[in-house]
């Protein structure tokens, strides 16, 4: 069974600092894809990332892919408090269904 | 607005209640999808349609009971809960199943409170 990992669960960072949240997943995809969840609203589609190696970027967010280590990145550069969500990467196995694994999702709270 | 409109948007019902969830998608996909958001956990996967057809029943209890009368319509028919079912209960959809790595849009959800 696939198991996606993320951490840190909870992170409080100032505006301005940069930080990564890793996301870990347990079998073979090369199928990977973040979201974006505000208090009391749905999930907003971040990136898809298809291939080893990938890397997006938007604005102050970039995810990249390492299929080789299963394990994923989303790194943001100099904070701001807009950023404040919790973001869930997904995973969805090589193995032929459809099923897509979500992480627990990181709590991320930008202090002014 | 993402294009997928869930109702209600909470709802509270007793264990012996029968109530549906509705959703309804303005995209133009084909495939959508019925998650559990519970608190502490990660999403789990319900149900997935595709072009109206089941295509994933992810070991769901039988007192949901989903149902897809076509491709911009997908109901989710709750009877008999558990407290423990009492969640958001979020739906989604994307053009084709996310094997070809599409992107999901995802409703607001329907906050579920069973009593």
């Known amino acids: 069974e696939l198991k996606v990992e993320q951490n840190p669960l909870f992170l409080s960072m100032q505006e301005g600092k940069n930080y990564t949240i890793y996301c870990n997943y347990s079998?073979?995809?090369?199928?990977l894809y973040w979201y974006r969840q505000d208090p009391g609203k749905s999930l907003e589609s971040l990136f898809v990332?298809?291939?080893?190696?990938a890397v997006k970027q938007e604005g102050r967010l970039m995810a990249s892919l390492d299929t080789k280590a299963r394990l994923s990145t989303l790194h943001i550069t100099a904070a701001v408090h807009d950023l404040s969500a919790t973001y869930f990467c997904a995973v969805l196995s090589n193995f032929g269904n459809e099923k897509l694994t979500f992480g627990t999702g990181t709590r991320l709270t930008i202090i002014p | 607005e993402t294009g997928v409109t869930q109702t209600p948007r909470h709802l509270v019902m007793g264990m012996t209640n029968k109530k549906s969830l509705k959703c309804e998608q303005h995209?133009?996909?084909?495939?959508m999808y019925w998650y559990k958001q519970s608190a502490k956990k990660p999403l789990e996967l319900m149900f997935v349609?595709?072009?109206?057809?089941?295509?994933e029943n992810n070991s769901v209890p039988s007192r949901f009971s989903p149902e897809c009368p076509n491709s911009s319509h997908l109901f989710l028919h709750l009877h008999t809960l558990q407290p423990e079912d009492s969640a958001l209960y979020l739906c989604a959809s994307s053009q084709d199943p996310p094997g070809s790595g599409e992107k999901l849009f995802f409703g607001s959800g329907t906050q579920l409170s069973v009593l």
């Open positions: 079998t073979t995809s090369d199928r």
């Open positions: 995209l133009g996909h084909n495939a």
């Open positions: 990332l298809l291939s080893n190696g």
């Open positions: 349609y595709n072009f109206k057809e089941q295509t």
